[in-house]
């Protein structure tokens, strides 16, 4: 018996030996070249920003598409490449409704179950287990697993969330702070004075050209989105579009259905009819809407935190007496006010099935995480470099340390306090290179505004934290992967919103077709999807 468990002990230790020398290289560099085919868009601030500055560059050759060649022997291409927004969505909703997927994609928590159900992508739990970073693995569960839940189907993980802050999403109203002064206004507190600012603004003609061109409140056809949104607005009235709240029964309702949406509605409605609103917003993207901005047409807007960097840096560019502020969305109801916020993560990258080197992706996100957020501080490199504010684009995946803004924002804030620089590390010391660099007065310097503005003693960030602190914030509280009706109707029934929704603000139907509105949306599957919900909600409680 002594020599058989002699034996046995030896085996095992043989077999943890083995296993040792076997274990997965989270940074293992292939001894021949993998490239991996992804699908990409690209936006204003990329293009802008980076290529202007390095017109040599490409994005298959740059910083990121080198750095994963370099350490992984990972090549980068991309089957094709769009601009971002409705042509991006369109084009991928077209490859993916004929099965013609690349082999890596970022998608939404609809397409991936859509993938998923099709047999067309594949599990990556013991992917991801396996050669996961410990790093990579605690960054990606600094929200929690709400991340994972959304992307986990019958138990599989069919997509590595590109992981992003949750407070990020809950909007900010951009003020034009210099137009405030001139017409001796105060901060709008409440909506009754955002409306009043916004008639003032339209009356001032600050540009003097004698024409009625100036908007009293800038909107995107996209009303929920980052950019010129409405999500603020309605939040002031009780109302959270495309979240799932508790009612006062403690039942998970769709926010856009609630009656604070009807009143919200019926504001705007009058907005326009005074002249507040942009008779063309319908048709109109964010990148048009910016363009007007820029050029003066507008000073007040509800949007995110980063909006300083895009577009407002081109405003203060134009006209250097600019000045614009984030500050808190305001109340309309003597209800509790709150902003809303999301899964901070928006895409997931999922795997094609078949691929040769799935793990390939795992790895490309364990560099992105060290590189930008690792221990040897090198954001000012390939995150937040001084002379490119959106470098970090040109990875084709993007987890980010969700906790990564709030937290150099409040380093930043100690710093003021204290004045001891030597506590300031990582992608805080990057922005502290900027503050620094705008407050020199340089020409150089002035590019940099945006951030200010972002960071700075009267920054939006500070906003975003006394949401925190103020248990100002309504999370979304369904985060599980999309129910059955879900994956097959509600696509349906948010371009039926936002086309109701669009037609009552521009006084196209009257405020009472809301109320059909309800009906429709619950006969056409938002009854279904609301018990599925709730089926999940009550499993999770």
Known sequence: MKKLTALLALVLALIMTASCALAADPFGKYEEPVTVHFVRSTDDTLDANYFSQHPDKTMTDNLWCDLYRDTLNV?????????????????LNIELGVG????????????LKQLAEADLIMPLEDIYEEYASDFTKEIMLETGTSPFDAATINGHLYGLPNVDSTLMIADLLWVRTDWLEKLNLPIPTT????????EAFCKADFDGNGVDDTVGIAIAKDLWGQLFSLRGFFNGFDSYPGIWVEDENGQLVYGSTLPGTKEALRTLQDMY???LIDPEFGIKDGGKVAEATTAGKCGLFYGAQWNSIYPLQSCVNLDKDAQWRAVSIVPATDKPLKAQTDVGTLSWTVVKK?????????????????????????????????DSESIWKLSPVVPTNPNKNNGAFLDLEQYRKDG???????????????????????????????????????GAYGVLIDYQNKGMLQDNLFVG????????????LKDLQDEVFTKIILNEAEVDEFDKFLSDFNALGGKDITEEVNEWYASVK
């Not at 992967?481 to 349906?492: I, L, N, Q, Y």
């Open 420 to 458: 001891d620089e030597s506590k300031v590390t990582g992608e805080a010391y990057s922005i502290l290179q900027k503050l620094k660099a705008f407050e020199s007065g340089s020409e150089e310097g002035f590019a940099l505004w945006g951030w200010e503005r972002i960071y700075g003693a009267e």
């Open 273 to 275: 009819k005074k002249g």
């Open 354 to 386: 078949g691929v040769e080197h799935p793990e390939a992706v795992v790895k490309m996100f364990n560099v992105f995480i060290d590189k930008n957020w690792g221990p040897n501080n090198e954001n000012g490199i390939y995150y937040a470099p001084l």
């Open 191 to 198: 909506m009754e004075e955002v409306i009043a600012t916004a």
């Open 100 to 111: 013609n997927i690349p082999e890596f994609v970022n998608v939404n928590t609809l397409q």
């Open 481 to 492: 992967a999309p129910t059955e009706t879900m994956t097959s109707r509600m696509s349906t």
């Open 75 to 91: 090549i980068v291409d991309y089957d094709w490449i769009v601009k971002g927004g409705d042509e991006y969505e369109q084009k």
